[in-house]
């Protein structure tokens, strides 16, 4: 019997739901909020020719599926093949990233190494005894002089909080036990290193000609192909659930009106929960409030490439500097030479804010005003020449990263029960949709496999059982926990 399906945004999670129900000959709907761009955080956006990603998006996964699907979406000639490269910088200097600490001392300098290597002798000699918090736990593993030059500033960036008040169980979770000798031990012998290649670090990934937004542009083609409709600039405003029928009607703030037995939801939950009529108990609506989320800026700024700029090959940049307010430098044609017009004559380099939408400050700056601070930073990096710019571009992303404070846990389970028991057709899917911080491989199996249990009629896969890398867990072997994805960073209690 066919179903009819309506999907809630045309991201990750959102396209590859509609792709595999239309393979499954389900009827599908998908309402994009945005005029233009499909792809949610993970489209291209464009402006005079350029390219620009929101934030920087790897295809690579450890699910064979999940790269399977990749290939089977993209045209095998548009994915190339990228080596990884990142780097940290401070100071004026750029050190690898992973941290080479041979490398990164000598690049210090000899006074400022002594001064590292005597602070991390005092703190294997005198560490916290039981360190609570980011700053006494990463303290402890490299020394506070490291600490500050290497995790402190972007940690704080990124986050909005001291790190004196992020937990140390979050630093133990992200660092992954490494200290200042486990890391000379390895980068001295390599060959000594045990276990899988971590997946924050691989060598090497795929990518879009023309950036990820290429991907999901053509999976929309391909749904569009196949039968399914795609309706642009239509923001949901309004869910009305029949439970006699257990079916659907979804209203848009520009007057059009969906029916289905089923709907699919990538809105982040705290948006998702006011709009359901009849409305969910007050529990589950000040649950869904309470959900935070970090916000993000990306200002795209274009220039002429001239001699007197540092050759970078990175991908992306990390800015440990707090003499300025960016987090992280994306260096677009290093993601592909196709993002950039005029290949080794102009560059574009995308800069990233992470702030809070709810607070004055970045947020609330005029578009000029941000591209001029974007501007003065680089030429403050030394990335560039004031006189070689040629445009610039803001973009503001809400809810780019779901936070995961003391209570989130509680909340999310709260919202789970009450949904699944009085609303069994609603199915919550990827980053927003479900509140976990996760890549958009784990947002694609949590769509893939929402698709087969709405085909089979049944619940035959606990959405929330997929871990961290895309890989379904069975009961009783996976993580029962909301979290069980990239770590976050949670208060001291």
Not at 210 to 222: R, Y
Not at 341 to 352: I, K, R, T
Not at 406 to 432: C, F, K, M, W
């Amino acid at each position: 019997m066919e179903q009819s399906v309506i999907i809630i945004g045309a991201g990750p999670a959102g396209l590859t739901a509609a792709y595999r129900l239309c393979q499954l000959g389900c009827r599908v709907t998908v309402l994009e909020a945005d005029p233009r761009y499909v792809g949610g955080i993970s489209r291209t956006e464009e402006h005079d020719g350029f390219r620009f990603d929101i934030g920087g998006h790897r295809f690579y996964s450890k699910s064979p599926e999940i790269e399977a699907l990749w290939t089977e979406l993209c045209e095998p000639e548009e994915l190339i093949t990228r080596q990884r490269s990142s780097r940290i910088y401070y100071r004026g200097k750029f050190f690898s990233y992973p941290l080479r600490p041979v490398e990164a001392l000598c690049g210090l300098g000899l006074a400022e190494s002594m001064r590292c290597g005597l602070s991390y002798v005092a703190a294997r000699l005198r560490p916290h005894p039981e360190p609570a918090n980011f700053e006494q736990w990463v303290s402890n593993q490299f020394g506070s002089r490291l600490y500050q030059i290497f995790f402190k500033t972007y940690t704080e960036k990124v986050w909005g909080m001291p790190c004196t008040e992020i937990s140390a169980d979050w630093a133990a979770q992200r660092i992954k036990g490494l200290n200042l000798y486990r890391a000379l031990v390895s980068a001295l012998f390599p060959h000594k290193r045990k276990g899988g290649q971590i997946k924050t670090l691989i060598d090497s990934f795929r990518y879009p000609r023309l950036g990820p937004g290429q991907l999901w542009e053509q999976c929309a083609e391909k749904v569009r192909a196949m039968g399914g409709e795609i309706h642009m600039g239509q923001r949901v405003a309004q869910l009305s659930y029949a439970a006699d029928t257990q079916s659907w009607e979804v209203g848009t703030e520009a007057g059009q009106s969906h029916s289905g037995a089923h709907v699919i939801s990538t809105a982040a939950i705290g948006d998702l929960a006011p709009m359901i009529e009849p409305a969910p108990s007050p529990t589950v609506r000040e649950a869904a409030g309470a959900l935070s989320y970090r916000d993000f800026i990306t200002v795209a700024v274009m220039a002429r490439a001239d001699q007197s700029q540092p050759d970078l090959s990175d991908q992306w940049i990390y800015i440990h500097d707090p003499g300025v307010q960016v987090g992280r430098v994306q260096n677009y044609s290093a993601w592909s030479p196709d993002m950039v017009p005029g290949a080794g004559e102009m560059l574009c380099y995308g800069l990233e804010y992470f702030c809070f939408a709810r607070e004055e400050g970045l947020w609330a700056m005029a578009d000029a005003d941000l591209e001029r601070l974007a501007i003065d930073e680089l030429v403050t990096l030394g990335l560039l020449e004031r006189e070689s710019v040629t445009g610039a571009k803001v973009v503001r992303q809400r809810k780019a990263y779901p936070v995961y404070d003391e209570h989130y846990s509680q909340h999310v389970a709260t919202i789970r029960e009450e949904l699944a028991r009085d609303y069994p057709s609603l199915h919550l899917v990827g980053r927003n949709g479900m509140h976990k911080y996760n890549n958009q491989d784990h947002s694609m199996m949590t769509a893939l496999l929402c698709a087969e249990n709405i085909a089979a009629g049944e619940t035959k896969y606990d959405l929330w059982q997929i871990n961290e890398d895309a890989a379904y867990g069975e009961a009783g072997e996976a993580d029962h926990s909301v979290s069980g994805l990239r770590a976050v960073p949670t208060r001291v209690e």
